[in-house]
């Protein structure tokens, strides 16, 4: 069931649904995400149920502000409270060592938990509701099933997981992508996962330069969206420059079919079996095309969908991410 993210009594019956320790579709400024209390560790089990999540693969706690972080992290090295000053609420998670005892399912049972304080209207009127009815923080990966291509509208969500689950709509994500996801617990900034946030944003606020995060003695924690092969569609997605995708497309000539193509531009003498779309040169309007963009010639049939892999620059890092884990 989906209802109007703006209706107060809609507000009210998420919070309830919340409350009885079911399972909301949440939208935020990213992708919508599907949502439990982050401190009931049998509600969260749904998550990992409904989604076919490995249960040792952490999920992302949203709150509705920098204040309910002492409630799930023990401790808040200054880089990462400058990075909250500077991001938050945003698409930036930053990995924190966990209170012991606190969101241990939320956390996957590991010792650090991702905390992030999303922008989007509709998720922060339902945080502060929930926040003000003793649920401080909700637990909400991307709302689809594990692996797969994140949601980004209302209908997305209702096409993953069916009536049974009330989403709020809040239109179209903004964003488009998941968080920028950095690792604050091995005593500098790592990035776990590009987002919208780039890496020069994040060095600039910090102070300090990105550590890789292979290159640190400690292991790097667990975090969301971080595995090989992720955001992928049913069609096989295959990536290469602009010159090479043209090039295979003229070979094959009136012998492509079943094929999409997300290119900044439309390929000529495109036969009847190869359906185009455009991939804008800009990396935010890119970013929030892509999934709408995998869904959609999902959706229409197709077997492979080829791709024009963006410029290889800091502000592109979100969107060559989705795509390399989306073909891997």
Sequence with gaps: MILPGQDPAAIECAVQTLARGELLGLPT?????????????????KIFAAKGRPADHPLIVHVASAAQVPLFASEVPDFAQRLMDAFWPGPLTLI????????TASAGGHTSIGLRCPSHPVAQAVMQACAAAGMPGLSAPSANQFGRVSPTTARHVQGEFGDALLILDG????????????????????????????RTQIEQVCGQSLQDKAALAQPAPKASGTLES??????????????????????LGVHAGNLGVWSQQAPTDLGAGVLWRQQYAQPATAAHDLFAVLRDLDARGVQQIWVELPPDTPEWEGVRDRLSRAAA
């Design 230 to 251: 992720h955001y992928a569609p049913r069609a096989k997605v295959r990536l290469m420059d602009a010159g090479t995708l043209h090039q295979r497309l003229q070979a």
């Design 29 to 45: 400024e990213t992708v919508y995400g599907l949502a439990a209390d982050a401190l009931r560790d049998e509600a969260v089990a």
């Design 96 to 103: 924190l060592p966990r209170q012991p005892g606190v969101a």
């Design 171 to 198: 239109g179209e994500c903004e964003v488009g992508i998941e968080s920028t996801i950095v690792d604050c617990t091995r005593g500098a900034p790592v990035l776990l996962r590009p987002g919208q946030i780039t």
